[in-house]
Nanobody, 122 residues
Framework: SVQLVESGGQSVQAGGSLVLTCTES?????MAWFRQPPGKDREGVAV????????EYADSVKGRFTIFRDIARDTLSMEMKHVRPEDSAIYYC??????????????????WGQGTQIVVTA
């Protein structure tokens, strides 16, 4: 079965930085990070699609988070800088070949990781 594994979950103080890494079992066009804060709905964070070299970020993380896709190593890393308490969430890696308008929606992704928890303390 398809599988993704996330690493890098931790507790960090507001203003700090961390890196998350997702490793996929096989190639898909797009790899993305989503997150679900406590008591809230899942939201897209960032996505990279190999075809066309497309990168998109949610408005809430632009200028703070950066993703790095390594096709050869089957990984998608996300550097998170200047983190805020509202960044606290379970972060999930996903893969698939979504329609362009669904890249940060999650509807068209075919596999999801189990998630890794980030807690940002005030």
């Amino acid at each position: 079965s398809v599988q993704l594994v996330e690493s890098g979950g931790q507790s960090v103080q507001a203003g700090g930085s961390l890196v998350l890494t997702c490793t996929e079992s096989r190639y898909f066009n797009c790899m993305a990070w989503f997150r679900q804060p406590p008591g809230k709905d899942r939201e897209g964070v960032a996505v990279h699609c190999h075809r066309g070299d497309i990168t998109e970020y949610a408005d809430s993380v632009k200028g703070r988070f950066t993703i790095f896709r390594d096709i050869a190593r089957d990984t998608l890393s996300m550097e998170m800088k200047h983190v805020r308490p509202e960044d606290s969430a379970i972060y999930y890696c996903a893969r698939g070949d979504p329609r362009p308008h669904k890249r940060l929606r999650g509807d068209d992704y075919v596999a999801w990781g189990q998630g890794t928890q980030i807690v940002v303390t005030a």
